[in-house]
């Protein structure tokens, strides 16, 4: 099997070792091609909001709201 090296940067090292845990993955290694596995297809197909559905929406400009004052009663007398 061929090998390739990956460097974690130790602020993503807690993380991992949670994940360890919660995996039962033996090492960083098997972590790694666990990620991978799991959702690498879902990283590769929305890595890029063009390949989003909802990018359209997202693209358009946001009109201003306004906002009325509410009305204002005088209570009722008797």
């Known amino acids: 099997m061929a090998q390739t090296r990956a460097v974690l ?3 993503f090292v807690p993380l991992a ?3 360890l845990a919660a995996t039962g993955a033996s090492d960083y290694s098997t972590l790694i091609g666990i990620l991978l596995s799991r959702y690498g ?3 590769l197909n929305t890595w890029e909001i063009a390949n989003c559905p909802q990018a359209a929406a997202i693209q358009q ?3 201003p709201v306004s906002i009325a004052q509410p009305e204002t009663f ?3 007398e008797f």
Request: aromatic fraction near 0%; proline fraction near 20%; glycine fraction near 0%.
């Open 9 to 11: 940067p130790s602020r």
């Open 17 to 19: 070792d949670e994940l």
């Open 41 to 43: 297809k879902h990283l």
């Open 61 to 63: 400009p946001i009109a």
């Open 74 to 76: 005088t209570p009722m």
